[in-house]
């Protein structure tokens, strides 16, 4: 982002924080402690009068008040607090889903969670995530775009709702419904900090020596032995944000607004890493070391949250036209600056190796190494994500008939940048800093709501709604510049020839093979840490939908609450899908009802899983193969027997009982149930590189050599590969304390079981399927999917206030998680489902955060807390010599890379934070 936007945008948001009218406070009056009064909510019905109490599905409200206490300014990590059966890790060293990491519902995927905002469908990030995160596979909403303070409430419907709103709305609906005050609002700004110590993470002070040399760990000789002090000790991550949110009315106009918000957040990187033991120099001998190795700073990796610079604006506005209309809008924009970290390349490696300092036919070793860079070097990817929208409507306000027609577009773009790293087979005239490439996605949608409620007679009026939408989608690969994923000049492909001409060319020829190598040109290609979208990868594809639904929803007898609901949708590239929704409430007595619903849904294949393509180049025996991701109709994808994709079907079950026995209390249970046939997935990689067994890589490599692919290492794309089931209940109590003289008090105490199966695995891919224990869909990938998110959640909570003093206090409980290693089962090796030797069992922890507030005046809040107060982190990764029953030694990147990726809370420690806000 330049200067100049920033400039401008942080002018926009001291401009907010100070246009401070003299009107009185009356935007937050959500932002206290729940009344009597009963919630209306406009997620999962079209009726104008539905409560969270009278929902015949689960519905949960999340108000401003809710949303911006704690020490977290992103949305999902918010959500993650407050919301059981969301789901949040925080990944590092994933590339771009550093920067935008993907969240959860009921344990599906990213994309199975339809987010709405102002009840209009939200665009997707151009971003798929196809590492080994939670969510691999996935494009999904950015929700960390939307800043907090603009935030109303949020409503989160977990039900599937495909029959309401279409695609994606298969574990539920997050509709997020921004502020629209026409006068008041706040200014908030944040402070906070991480202070804690890393368990199981020693802190090493030096090396032991002998005789002046560094000595090899007894236990391990992959490590130098070292000195240690304790657990290592961290105050990192300095966070800050400034925001304001100001209401105004809209140009003078009786009852119309403009609700504006501004934020400006900044994230330091934190980096829990352990010391990083491994030798980093060449051995001059082998029997010693160099010098350099007792004063290396074995802190290089950064391990933890990418540094992050993010600038927000958000409007929302209404104007009425005439008696009888209004004229509405909102509109965002997010520019976020994010740098993470790939692996560190150590000095010995050979990344970092010249390869013009030898001959063509000089075989590499200790000897004759020359290194690039003195010490080794960490590349880092710079993110360059922006994200805008815009809507405009019109809708009546008066008569029989409520009509909402609405036209809206969004753009998110999201570049690459790799720094501090260079493309071995270029050498020293490699570039340091690599334009990778980029991502963009756009959406434009037009929608037609129509709704009247009808009296038939019944204990309510019958809401009869019906609409249409239209959606037109389109996505896009730029390709990197040349020396990002170039093969240079530093590497030298291995050919059948003869001796004379294999001699000419400063080769080594192997008399048996006829084959001319050049090992001292077999440098690395691509820039390091993240190769460059290549040439190959550019894409620019679309496609369009329209859809019409019908909806009847109204309470037949007294007690009895039906929602009827059907919709019909017609995608351009896969066909046309029919869904519906049953779904009712039935009060036997006052305070206690019966609850349920019946629906199927679906997911339409993203445009980003059709069609994203890329390759980075590896070297087998001397031969530069492409290691790829390849759109599904690519040649080399039919190749394979690949398919277009169909949209995943889903069938959603649920039951369960709301109880208000007395009054301020209320409790809810449901049981869901939710099948889904032809999952989209990424298949493993598939060739001579691939990931199974000996046979079946080269039987896979045989049908690639046939159609013409002999240069194809592996390749992978998506296919619809699994039939799945989730099952799992959802508890919640809300108590309001009935407590006298002693200010509000609020508990709430919420639970959520979670399992996830796979039913079926699918290979029906023409000459893949002929082939004997292919694997698709592999067993890390599978226990990922099925164990690689908490089986159940407990969520805490209480909150209340005394005077001018306030306090919230939550405890939560993450359920158990695997996250699987490579290696095979020691007995099975072949087994889908059994445990491997290096798999890691995340215990079950209870993270707490407590906030204290004080309210000096009527306008003026402080607040202080600690998130993780009692500095819990998941348990720690194996590292060392396995044991004996086992044999072998654990990943030697788990010393210093301490914790799985797939913990459900992180792996940062205790924060502080402090935060100031007036409202006016």
């Given at each position: 982002m330049?200067?100049?936007?920033?400039?401008?945008l942080?002018?926009?948001?001291?401009g907010?924080a100070f246009a401070?009218?003299?009107a009185?406070?009356?935007?937050d009056?959500?932002d206290?402690?729940?009344t009597?009064q009963p919630t209306?909510i406009?997620t999962?019905t079209?009726?104008?009068s539905?409560?969270v109490e009278d929902?015949?599905?689960?519905v949960?409200?999340l108000?401003?008040?809710?949303?911006?206490?704690?020490?977290?300014?992103?949305?999902?990590k918010i959500l993650?607090?407050?919301?059981p059966?969301?789901?949040?890790?925080?990944?590092a060293i994933?590339?771009?889903?550093?920067?935008l990491?993907p969240a959860t519902?009921r344990?599906l995927s990213p994309?199975q969670?339809l987010?709405?905002v102002?009840?209009?469908?939200?665009?997707?990030?151009a971003?798929l995530?196809?590492?080994?995160?939670?969510?691999?596979?996935?494009?999904?909403?950015d929700?960390?775009?939307i800043p907090?303070l603009?935030?109303d409430?949020?409503?989160v419907?977990?039900?599937g709702a495909?029959?309401?709103?279409g695609?994606?709305?298969i574990?539920g609906?997050?509709?997020?419904?921004?502020?629209?005050?026409?006068?008041?609002?706040?200014?908030?700004?944040?402070?906070?900090?991480?202070?804690?110590?890393i368990d199981g993470v020693?802190?090493?002070?030096?090396?032991i020596?002998?005789?002046?040399?560094?000595v090899?760990?007894?236990t391990?000789?992959r490590?130098l032995?070292?000195?240690?002090?304790?657990?290592r000790?961290?105050?990192d991550g300095?966070?800050y944000?400034v925001?304001?949110?100001v209401?105004?009315?809209?140009?003078g106009?009786?009852?119309g607004?403009?609700?504006?918000?501004a934020?400006y957040?900044?994230?330091?990187?934190?980096?829990?890493?352990?010391?990083?033991?491994?030798?980093?120099y060449i051995?001059?001998?082998?029997?010693?070391?160099?010098?350099r190795?007792a004063?290396f700073?074995?802190?290089?990796?950064?391990?933890?949250d990418?540094?992050a610079?993010?600038?927000i604006?958000f409007?929302?506005?209404a104007?009425?036209?005439?008696?009888?209309l209004?004229?509405?809008?909102?509109?965002s924009?997010n520019?976020r600056?994010?740098?993470?970290a790939?692996?560190?390349r150590?000095?010995?490696?050979a990344?970092?190796?010249?390869?013009?300092?030898l001959?063509?036919n000089?075989t590499?070793?200790?000897?004759?190494?020359?290194?690039?860079?003195?010490d080794?070097?960490?590349?880092?990817?710079?993110?360059d994500?922006?994200?805008s929208a815009?809507?405009v409507?019109?809708?009546t306000?008066?008569?029989d008939?409520?009509?909402?027609?609405?036209?809206?577009?969004?753009?998110?773009?999201f570049?690459y940048?790799?720094e501090?790293?260079l493309?071995?087979?270029?050498?020293?005239?490699?570039?340091?800093s690599?334009d990778?490439g980029g991502?963009?996605?756009?959406q434009?949608?037009a929608?037609?709501d129509?709704?009247?409620?009808?009296?038939?007679?019944?204990?309510s009026p019958l809401?009869?709604?019906f609409?249409g939408e239209?959606?037109?989608?389109?996505?896009?690969i730029r390709?990197g510049?040349?020396q990002?994923?170039?093969?240079?000049?530093?590497?030298?492909?291995?050919?059948?020839t003869?001796?004379?001409n294999?001699a000419?060319?400063?080769?080594v020829?192997?008399?048996g093979?006829?084959?001319?190598s050049?090992?001292g040109?077999a440098?690395?290609a691509?820039a390091?840490?993240?190769p460059g979208?290549?040439?190959?990868?550019?894409?620019?594809?679309g496609?369009?939908s329209f859809?019409?639904?019908?909806e009847?929803?109204?309470?037949?007898i007294p007690?009895?609450?039906t929602?009827?609901?059907?919709r019909?949708e017609h995608?351009?590239?896969?066909?046309s899908t029919?869904?519906g929704k049953?779904a009712?409430?039935?009060?036997?007595v006052?305070?206690f009802?019966?609850?349920g619903?019946?629906s199927?849904g679906?997911?339409?294949?993203s445009l980003?899983?059709?069609?994203?393509?890329?390759?980075?180049?590896n070297?087998?025996a001397?031969?530069?193969v492409?290691?790829?991701?390849?759109?599904?109709n690519?040649?080399?994808?039919?190749?394979?027997?690949s398919?277009?994709?169909k949209?995943?079907?889903?069938?959603?079950l649920?039951?369960g009982?709301?109880?208000?026995?007395v009054?301020g209390?209320?409790?809810?249970?449901?049981y869901?149930?939710?099948?889904?046939n032809?999952?989209v997935?990424?298949?493993?990689?598939?060739g001579?590189?691939?990931?199974?067994?000996?046979a079946v890589?080269?039987?896979?490599?045989?049908?690639?050599?046939?159609?013409g692919?002999n240069?194809?290492?592996a390749a992978?794309?998506?296919i619809?590969?699994?039939?799945?089931?989730?099952e799992?209940?959802?508890?919640?109590?809300n108590?309001r304390?009935?407590?006298e003289?002693?200010?509000?008090?609020?508990?709430?105490?919420?639970?959520?079981?979670?399992k996830?199966k796979?039913?079926a695995r699918?290979?029906d891919?023409?000459?893949l399927?002929?082939?004997?224990?292919?694997?698709?869909f592999?067993r890390v990938?599978?226990l990922?999917f099925?164990?690689g998110q908490?089986?159940?959640?407990?969520?805490?909570?209480?909150?209340?206030?005394v005077?001018m003093?306030?306090i919230t206090?939550r405890?939560?409980r993450?359920?158990?998680?695997t996250?699987p290693?490579?290696?095979?089962?020691i007995?099975?090796?072949?087994?889908?489902t059994?445990?491997?030797?290096?798999?890691?069992?995340l215990?079950a922890k209870w993270?707490?955060?407590l906030?204290?507030?004080a309210?000096?005046?009527?306008?003026?809040?402080?607040?202080?807390?600690?998130?993780?107060?009692?500095?819990?982190y998941?348990?720690?990764?194996?590292?060392?010599?396995?044991p004996?029953?086992?044999?072998?030694?654990?990943p030697?990147?788990?010393?210093y890379?301490p914790?799985?990726?797939f913990?459900?809370f992180?792996?940062?420690?205790r924060?502080?934070?402090?935060?100031?806000?007036?409202?006016?």
């Amino acid at each position: 982002m330049s200067s100049s936007s920033r400039a401008i945008l942080l002018a926009s948001l001291s401009g907010l924080a100070f246009a401070m009218p003299a009107a009185v406070h009356a935007q937050d009056a959500t932002d206290t402690l729940e009344t009597d009064q009963p919630t209306i909510i406009v997620t999962g019905t079209r009726t104008s009068s539905r409560t969270v109490e009278d929902s015949p599905v689960p519905v949960d409200v999340l108000t401003n008040a809710a949303i911006t206490q704690g020490g977290q300014v992103e949305t999902n990590k918010i959500l993650n607090k407050l919301v059981p059966s969301f789901n949040f890790p925080q990944p590092a060293i994933a590339d771009g889903s550093d920067a935008l990491r993907p969240a959860t519902l009921r344990g599906l995927s990213p994309d199975q969670t339809l987010v709405l905002v102002n009840g209009k469908r939200r665009h997707v990030a151009a971003l798929l995530n196809i590492n080994g995160t939670v969510g691999r596979g996935a494009a999904a909403v950015d929700m960390n775009s939307i800043p907090a303070l603009a935030i109303d409430r949020i409503e989160v419907l977990r039900d599937g709702a495909s029959s309401q709103y279409g695609s994606d709305a298969i574990a539920g609906v997050i509709n997020i419904r921004l502020k629209s005050a026409s006068e008041g609002g706040r200014a908030s700004i944040s402070y906070g900090k991480y202070d804690t110590t890393i368990d199981g993470v020693a802190n090493v002070t030096g090396l032991i020596t002998n005789n002046g040399q560094p000595v090899l760990d007894p236990t391990d000789s992959r490590y130098l032995q070292a000195q240690t002090d304790g657990d290592r000790k961290v105050r990192d991550g300095e966070s800050y944000s400034v925001a304001t949110n100001v209401g105004l009315p809209f140009f003078g106009a009786a009852g119309g607004y403009i609700n504006l918000t501004a934020e400006y957040r900044h994230r330091g990187y934190t980096n829990r890493q352990g010391f990083d033991l491994r030798p980093n120099y060449i051995r001059p001998s082998a029997t010693t070391f160099d010098p350099r190795e007792a004063s290396f700073d074995r802190l290089q990796f950064r391990f933890g949250d990418p540094k992050a610079d993010d600038y927000i604006l958000f409007a929302n506005a209404a104007v009425p036209v005439g008696d009888s209309l209004e004229l509405y809008t909102f509109a965002s924009f997010n520019q976020r600056d994010s740098l993470s970290a790939a692996n560190y390349r150590q000095q010995n490696a050979a990344a970092n190796r010249d390869f013009s300092a030898l001959a063509p036919n000089q075989t590499p070793n200790n000897a004759n190494f020359v290194a690039l860079t003195p010490d080794g070097f960490l590349p880092f990817i710079q993110s360059d994500l922006t994200d805008s929208a815009a809507t405009v409507g019109l809708r009546t306000t008066s008569g029989d008939w409520n009509v909402d027609g609405s036209f809206g577009w969004g753009r998110n773009e999201f570049d690459y940048r790799v720094e501090n790293s260079l493309n071995t087979s270029f050498g020293p005239a490699s570039q340091r800093s690599f334009d990778a490439g980029g991502l963009r996605y756009r959406q434009l949608l037009a929608n037609l709501d129509i709704s009247r409620e009808f009296d038939m007679g019944l204990a309510s009026p019958l809401t009869v709604a019906f609409g249409g939408e239209y959606r037109d989608e389109k996505f896009q690969i730029r390709p990197g510049e040349l020396q990002s994923y170039a093969i240079g000049p530093l590497f030298r492909a291995s050919f059948a020839t003869t001796a004379v001409n294999c001699a000419a060319q400063s080769g080594v020829f192997n008399a048996g093979t006829g084959i001319c190598s050049f090992p001292g040109r077999a440098a690395g290609a691509g820039a390091q840490g993240f190769p460059g979208l290549p040439a190959s990868s550019a894409t620019n594809q679309g496609r369009h939908s329209f859809a019409g639904y019908l909806e009847l929803d109204a309470e037949l007898i007294p007690g009895l609450t039906t929602t009827a609901a059907a919709r019909y949708e017609h995608f351009s590239d896969f066909g046309s899908t029919f869904n519906g929704k049953f779904a009712a409430r039935y009060e036997f007595v006052p305070g206690f009802a019966l609850r349920g619903s019946v629906s199927n849904g679906f997911r339409a294949p993203s445009l980003h899983q059709q069609y994203f393509t890329t390759t980075s180049t590896n070297f087998i025996a001397g031969v530069p193969v492409d290691i790829s991701t390849v759109a599904v109709n690519s040649p080399v994808a039919r190749a394979l027997g690949s398919k277009d994709l169909k949209a995943e079907k889903s069938f959603n079950l649920s039951g369960g009982f709301t109880a208000s026995p007395v009054s301020g209390l209320t409790l809810t249970v449901d049981y869901y149930n939710i099948r889904i046939n032809d999952r989209v997935v990424l298949t493993e990689n598939l060739g001579a590189a691939g990931s199974g067994t000996a046979a079946v890589n080269s039987a896979v490599k045989a049908i690639l050599d046939s159609n013409g692919f002999n240069s194809v290492g592996a390749a992978r794309f998506f296919i619809n590969g699994l039939n799945t089931r989730t099952e799992g209940v959802d508890a919640v109590l809300n108590w309001r304390l009935p407590i006298e003289g002693i200010g509000r008090w609020n508990f709430t105490a919420a639970y959520n079981y979670n399992k996830q199966k796979i039913l079926a695995r699918k290979n029906d891919l023409g000459p893949l399927a002929t082939i004997p224990n292919l694997i698709l869909f592999g067993r890390v990938e599978g226990l990922r999917f099925t164990e690689g998110q908490p089986r159940d959640k407990v969520v805490l909570s209480l909150d209340g206030t005394v005077g001018m003093f306030g306090i919230t206090a939550r405890t939560t409980r993450y359920g158990k998680v695997t996250s699987p290693g490579s290696a095979n089962p020691i007995a099975n090796p072949t087994s889908l489902t059994e445990y491997g030797p290096d798999d890691i069992f995340l215990e079950a922890k209870w993270i707490t955060d407590l906030e204290l507030q004080a309210k000096p005046t009527e306008r003026l809040t402080f607040a202080i807390g600690a998130d993780n107060l009692f500095d819990v982190y998941p348990t720690r990764s194996p590292f060392g010599p396995r044991p004996a029953s086992v044999g072998g030694s654990y990943p030697a990147n788990q010393q210093y890379i301490p914790f799985s990726i797939f913990s459900p809370f992180g792996f940062n420690g205790r924060y502080l934070y402090a935060r100031a806000s007036v409202t006016f």
